[in-house]
């Protein structure tokens, strides 16, 4: 099977396309490439910046992040905000009409800044991600969807990368948060029928036990008892965005994005120690997960306000 790897591609749009041929469309632009030893997933924010979640979660599939600079711009110096706050390998691509000496004052003080720049050609930006990878990560499978939809004759088919472990035809999974028990009927990967398909590839999984219009963005297949759910969480302290301009602080009304899940949520607790959220609804994470704290009515600057890492819950500690 040929090695998988999921580049979000940020800064600027419709560039995506020079790495694949269009796949789903939504708020999220999806393509696909597929060689002989290599498939290529990028993914686009094509809602941002007008929305900022499309951002959070097309970083959230990805293993890589491209970040293009092709203008000096308010959605620009977000994006590099935001980026800066993940943990993603990053490679910097600088448009024709952005200088040398502007491109570093835009990244300075960043991670991004040590990068080097590649030009925004299709044959730059395919040679300089040649070699990204997925890591391998073990543990039990985690499939996190981003897409769904109905097929006539197939059922409910869930779109998402496996994030972790080997998802298998016939397994019994859980849907979270909704804790129903589903069964993956077949996967493919790339239109491929395959009995089983690994960390780091794009599936379609058609399942057994559930609806489709009961299938959304940010609900996880795993194993029972593999992640956590609850509408209130903890974490430590939050590393504030040091671009931020606003004044969330304790019981402020703000969004907390967690993988692809971006939700309305309160600031509770805000110290050293640590901070607590309370979200409209039960989410699902995994302790140790980052979650990043959003303002959506700061009037100038980056809508990040900040990032803590997920605490288990009381009764798991």
Request: hydrophobic share 45%; charged share 20%; with cysteine.
């Amino acid at each position: 099977m040929p090695a998988a790897v999921t580049i979000a591609v940020v800064g600027a749009p419709a560039l995506a396309q020079e790495l694949g041929k269009k796949g789903t469309v939504s708020d999220l632009t999806l393509y696909h490439e597929v060689h002989d030893a290599r498939a290529v997933t990028a993914v686009e924010p094509t809602a941002f910046p007008e929305k900022l979640a499309p951002l959070f979660q097309a970083l959230a599939m990805a293993d890589h992040a491209l970040v293009v600079v092709g203008e000096l711009s308010r959605a620009v110096a977000e994006t590099i905000a935001v980026v800066e706050t993940t943990e993603l390998p990053v490679t910097v691509a600088r448009g024709p009409s952005v200088g040398e000496e502007e491109l570093a004052r835009a990244l300075r003080g960043s991670r991004l800044a040590s990068a080097r720049p590649v030009p925004t050609d299709g044959p730059s930006l395919r040679a300089a991600l040649a070699e990204v990878t997925a890591p391998a990560v073990a543990g039990p499978v985690d499939v996190p969807i981003d897409h769904a939809f109905p097929v006539k004759g197939v059922g409910p088919v869930a779109l998402g990368v496996v994030r972790r472990g080997t998802v298998r035809a016939h397994d019994r999974l859980v849907l979270y948060p909704t804790g129903r028990e589903v069964e993956v009927r077949s996967i493919q990967v790339h239109d491929v029928d395959r009995k089983e398909a690994a960390c780091g590839e794009r599936v379609g999984i058609a399942l057994r036990g559930v609806e489709a219009e009961e299938l959304g963005r940010g609900q996880r297949l795993a194993p029972p008892g593999a992640l956590s759910v609850a509408p209130e969480l903890s974490g430590g302290a939050l590393a504030r965005c040091r671009y931020y301009r606003g004044d969330a602080g304790a019981g402020a009304a703000v969004h907390l994005a967690v993988g692809l899940q971006v939700v309305p949520a309160r600031l509770g607790e805000l110290s050293d120690r640590g901070v607590t959220l309370a979200a409209d609804r039960p989410l699902v994470y995994a302790p140790g997960e980052p979650a990043f704290v959003l303002d959506l009515g700061v009037p100038a600057g980056p809508r990040l306000v900040g990032r803590t890492t997920l605490s288990a819950p009381p009764a798991a500690r």
